[in-house]
């Protein structure tokens, strides 16, 4: 991670109703943007709050970020001249606001939950591909003659 450093140009943060194309469900997302004097980048935080109208944390944040004198941002060090890289972590006049673990495992739950589909999609290939091996591998030998 490395640091990029600078003053608040600009700071907003909305709610908008979003609309699932599969399911036709609607839903809110909150969104917080914003821009730093010495850098020309968007920074973006973005996350669906189901059937809320408001979200406390992001409000919280920009308060935060609009009272600072400076504001540091953790990013991915390939990512620090990309227009719209993604946050990790915000300290605002040195004290953190968003923590590096709240971020990093946002996801957590979705990925263990993709790589146990994944793992399960490859042993039914495989099982359907070669059926006797898996008979063989998985058969139990605890039979006593």
Avoid: C, H
Wanted: glycine residues 4%.
């Amino acid at each position: 991670m490395t640091e990029v450093k600078g003053v608040i140009q600009n700071a907003n943060a909305s709610i908008k109703t979003v609309t699932e194309k599969s399911r036709g469900t609607k839903s809110q997302k909150s969104e917080l943007i914003f821009y730093l004097f010495e850098k020309d980048q968007k920074f973006t935080l973005v996350k669906n709050i189901g059937n809320e109208y408001k979200d406390e944390e992001y409000q919280r944040i920009l308060k935060d970020l609009k009272k600072a004198d400076s504001v540091s941002v953790w990013v991915k060090k390939s990512e620090t001249n990309l227009y719209q890289p993604k946050i990790f972590q915000i300290d605002a006049d040195n004290k953190t606001t968003l923590q590096f673990e709240r971020v990093r495992t946002e996801n957590g739950g979705l990925f263990l939950l993709l790589f146990f589909m994944g793992l399960s999609s490859l042993i039914l290939y495989f099982s359907r591909l070669y059926p006797s091996e898996f008979k063989k591998l998985f058969r139990y030998t605890s039979q006593e003659d």
